[in-house]
């Protein structure tokens, strides 16, 4: 019989969590059953975490990370006003893909997320942010302005005063292509680097 207690390896794990990543639709579509699995093997990854100061490791966080999973209530058909805390306006939209900007240089920490409009046409939401490490652990993030990138001009209000306040965000799993993080109300958020360098879209746009 196999040993129970055999460690699996780094790829192995990261392997079999963006495949319940992609098969759950980024956590959409997750069952109880497929949740569980995920903390599960999040919990094996993150006793295998090669940083040991994950919040501090500029070179490594650094880039444009994709949104494999996140077990928040999250809803493929919401609003804008629902992805930006209430600051932007109730418009319907259909999110397609989520990522995660970081720039340590410049505390740059944007969530960026793509979308299509009621009449299909394609958009970006972002919620500009700014952080800095907390301890070798954890980092605060802020949030600073919502954005809409697409058709027509964009749109651009300040995130002064949302209920949202300074966010503490613990890095528990952290290597050259992969991060896992642990928010508040027991988030937990699982991507991977696309590039090493951010997009930088509230700031180009």
Do not use: C
């Not at 995660?100 to 009449?119: C, K, M, R, S």
């Not at 799993?173 to 988030?187: H, P």
């Amino acid at each position: 019989m196999p040993d129970a207690a055999v460690t699996r390896s780094p790829a192995a794990l990261k392997q079999d969590l963006a495949s319940l990543g992609a098969l759950t639709e980024v956590g959409f579509d997750a069952s109880a059953a497929d949740s569980a699995r995920i903390r599960a093997l999040a919990a094996e990854l993150e006793a295998l975490n090669p940083t040991p100061e994950p919040a501090r490791a500029a070179a490594l966080l650094r880039g444009r990370w994709r949104l494999l999973y996140s077990n928040l209530d999250l809803q493929r058909s919401t609003t804008l006003a629902q992805l930006s805390l209430g600051i932007l306006p109730h418009q319907k939209v259909v999110v397609t893909e989520l990522y995660n900007e970081i720039d340590p240089a410049t505390g740059l920490y944007d969530n960026v997320i793509h979308f299509l409009g009621q009449d299909g046409s394609p958009g970006i939401q972002v919620m500009a942010g700014q952080y800095e490490a907390e301890d070798d652990q954890a980092i605060n993030l802020v949030y600073t302005e919502a954005l809409v990138i697409g058709p027509g001009a964009p749109i651009r209000l300040s995130a002064d005063g949302v209920r949202a306040g300074h966010l503490r965000t613990e890095i528990t799993y952290l290597d050259d292509g992969f991060r896992l993080a642990r928010g508040a109300f027991g988030s937990l958020y699982i991507l991977e680097r696309l590039d090493p360098a951010p997009m930088r879209w509230s700031r180009d746009s």
